[in-house]
């Protein structure tokens, strides 16, 4: 059966850090590709970052790069996504997301190749 579940969401004073983790199973990572996303009240919903399965190559939208890192655990099925400097508007719902297969899309962020969602983690950035 197929899950997603994420955690570690919360409130953090801006330049402040959180780790969200993406706890899978049901599939390995050596078939799908896996992306975190996030949608902020009000706003469509947006890639953050995401893993291609097949070569394992990291990708990450637009200014993400150098605050977020993604990352896996293979032995706890796990992703995760580090958020360093955040910023009031890193406020959002993230959620981590199941690729439909393994190809060339990651980075394109297209919520439409993207199968299955977990229930998302609230992120508030505020002081």
């Known amino acids: 059966q197929l899950q997603l579940v994420e955690s570690g969401g919360g409130l953090v004073q801006p330049g402040g850090s959180l780790r969200l983790s993406c706890a899978f199973s049901?599939?390995?990572?050596?078939?799908?590709?896996i992306g975190w996303f996030r949608q902020a009240p009000g706003k469509e919903r947006e890639g953050v970052s995401c893993?291609?399965?097949?070569?394992?190559?990291?990708d990450y939208a637009d200014s993400k790069e150098g605050r977020f890192t993604i990352s896996t655990d293979n032995a706890k099925n796990t992703v995760y996504l580090q958020m360093n400097s955040l910023k009031p508007e890193d406020t959002a719902v993230y959620y981590c997301?199941?690729?439909?297969?393994?190809?060339?899309?990651?980075?394109?962020?297209?919520?439409?190749?993207?199968?299955?969602w977990g229930q998302g983690t609230q992120v508030t950035v505020s002081s």
């Open positions: 997301a199941l690729g439909r297969g393994s190809g060339d899309y990651c980075s394109t962020y297209t919520p439409g190749d993207y199968v299955y």
């Open positions: 049901g599939f390995t990572l050596d078939y799908f590709d």
């Open positions: 893993i291609r399965s097949s070569d394992g190559r990291v």
